[in-house]
């Protein structure tokens, strides 16, 4: 099965950056999007096909693509972006969507 | 308000069956491809099936296929996923979502807040 592996943890101060890596053997033919999560709380899309902002998304946040791995960074780390982040993209054929293991990102 | 909420969760033993619904508010639901995304407790997000926007395609996860069916009543502004067969590692919660891209490349703009599957004798 086709798997999309992320570092499980990462720690940032605030106001530093963080970047977060997603790679994936089809990430160079097929887009990725990036979900935060906090606790007990439903998903929240931060980054689309790639690099693409949604609406109300605060512009800190920015994805980028190169090869085999996708990064989600964060710029100006602030106390309320600590949450586990997820990747998420689709298989060759297309039919089957994945999602990474994702990355707890702590803030000291 | 645009949101998905999701119903039926609920306990239920191995091997039984189960019918989630997810109703939409404050958009076109039928402009929309939709996808069922679980999450296990304490557990990462798996995704779980897709169907088209006019309901004449969809697509499983291996770990449900053969046992779970997606289905959607535009009409109604619903979608459904029944579960059948269901096993431990089927307790999760169960998150609707919708799918903006209308293609293979899906990303997911809106989610329900979920509802809690627990399969348990």
């Known amino acids: 099965s086709y798997e999309l592996t992320q570092p499980p943890s990462v720690s940032v101060s605030p106001g530093q950056t963080a970047w977060i890596t997603c790679s994936g053997h089809?990430?160079?033919?097929?887009?990725a999007h990036w979900y935060q999560q906090k606790p007990g709380q439903a998903p929240v899309l931060v980054i689309y096909?790639?690099?693409e902002r949604p609406s109300g998304i605060p512009e800190r946040f920015s994805g980028s693509s190169s090869g085999t791995t996708v990064t989600l960074t964060i710029s100006g780390v602030q106390a309320e972006d600590e949450a586990d982040y997820f990747c998420?993209?689709?298989?060759?054929?297309?039919?089957?969507?994945?999602f990474g293991t994702g990355t707890k990102v702590t803030v000291l | 308000e645009v949101q998905l909420v999701e119903s039926g969760g609920g306990l239920v033993q191995p091997g039984g069956s189960l019918r989630l619904s997810c109703a939409d508010s404050?958009?076109?639901?039928?402009?929309?491809?939709m996808h069922w995304v679980r999450q296990a407790p304490g557990r990462g997000l798996e995704w779980v099936s897709r169907?088209?926007?006019?309901?004449?395609?969809?697509s499983y996860a291996d770990s449900v296929k053969g046992r779970f069916t997606i289905s959607r009543d535009n009409a109604k502004n619903t979608l459904y996923l029944q579960m059948n067969s269901l096993r431990a590692e089927d307790t999760a919660v169960y998150y609707c979502?919708?799918?903006?891209?209308?293609?293979?490349?899906?990303?997911?703009?809106?989610w329900g807040r979920g509802t809690l599957v627990t399969v348990s004798s």
């Open positions: 089809t990430l160079p033919k097929q887009y």
């Open positions: 404050g958009f076109t639901f039928s402009n929309y491809w």
């Open positions: 979502v919708r799918d903006p891209s209308g293609f293979d490349f899906s990303w997911f703009d809106l």
């Open positions: 169907i088209n926007n006019d309901g004449s395609g969809a």
């Open positions: 998420q993209s689709t298989d060759s054929s297309g039919n089957y969507h994945v």
């Open positions: 096909k790639d690099s």
